[in-house]
């Protein structure tokens, strides 16, 4: 995570207004320190009268209060330029996704007229590179704030309101992203990544996601399922394909090829998520997933299964 690094137009734009900011402010400090160095190093000559019948000590004043003015005007003009450099091009059309922030991880949504075409992830947002995708955000419980700083600035999402932002990458990479305000216990543990494909991949995965679970031929995959079943799994979670449709944690139809478990809590392993099962609150105290107490037998195979789910 390094806003210095753009990789992308909006943080390109955020990166020029931050030297300006800094060059300014470091323009500033120098002029500011030099001149009170001067006041306090010079010799005052026998023959100079007392400060308050100096001759152009108004007239002094009044430059630095001009130049102030104009220091403060000139930042103030390249923050408003950034602002709406970034805020025009909310106009374009890019690609939508919607975005919901919650107590701790993010829905990842891609609408479709066709509502069976709309794919629903958790804690990744897929892009294509070169092309401007439109976020529309929004929070179900209290305030988040979403922040991919190679990417793109902060933007809040906010209970019961939708915000917008919108974001490009130029080339292929993963980009970590991190809630930005602080929204309970678990904030810290609220990451999520952007990951930039080329177009044509970027169109295999979506394809891949709007694809119903997988079914695996592997007997120990298949157990799994009858575990899932007969657990509680289904009643906080989806999986496409099969009788679950919880909508209280993440959607698990591709859940296997997803890169990180409980919002970047964890990789995504077999040893990882048998122990995400297990106890989750372990390793994320106060999330809402609770432990889920089954035999060790099963537990592998209710792992298996998962893992399955490319
Ligand atoms: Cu969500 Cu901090």
Request: charged content about 20%; proline content about 6%.
């Amino acid at each position: 995570m390094n806003m210095l690094s753009p990789d992308g137009p909006v943080a390109q734009w955020i990166f020029q207004l931050w030297w300006v900011l800094i060059a300014g402010g470091v323009a500033v400090y120098v002029l500011t320190i030099g001149a009170l160095a001067y006041a306090v190093l010079r010799r005052r000559k026998a023959t100079d009268p007392a400060p308050e019948n100096r001759e152009g000590k108004g007239r002094n004043v009044a430059i630095a209060t001009g130049l102030t003015a104009l220091i403060l005007t000139s930042l103030a003009f390249a923050s408003y330029t950034t602002g709406r450099a970034i805020a025009d091009s909310h106009a374009m059309e890019g690609i939508p996704v919607s975005v919901t922030g919650q107590q701790w991880w993010w829905e990842v949504y891609y609408p479709n007229p066709e509502p069976r075409l709309s794919v629903l992830t958790a804690n990744e947002i897929h892009i294509p590179t070169g092309q401007k995708i439109k976020l529309d955000l929004r929070a179900v419980d209290v305030i988040h704030s979403f922040w991919v700083p190679n990417l793109a600035g902060k933007r809040d999402l906010i209970p019961s309101r939708v915000t917008m932002t919108w974001l490009q990458a130029d080339k292929p990479g993963v980009y970590r992203g991190q809630c930005a305000e602080f929204c309970g216990y678990q904030h810290a543990h609220m990451g999520f990544l952007v990951i930039a494909h080329e177009p044509a991949k970027f169109q295999h995965w979506l394809e891949n996601e709007r694809k119903p679970a997988v079914e695996s031929a592997d007997p120990l995959a298949q157990r799994g399922k009858q575990v899932f079943l007969s657990q509680s799994c289904m009643f906080c979670h989806a999986i496409r394909g099969i009788p679950a449709f919880g909508s209280t944690g993440p959607d698990l139809t591709h859940v296997g090829s997803r890169q990180s478990l409980g919002a970047l809590t964890m990789r995504n392993d077999q040893a990882s998520l048998i122990n995400w099962i297990r106890d989750s609150q372990h390793y994320k105290p106060g999330t809402r997933m609770p432990p889920i107490r089954v035999a060790d037998d099963d537990l592998n195979a209710l792992a298996t299964y998962l893992e399955s789910l490319k």
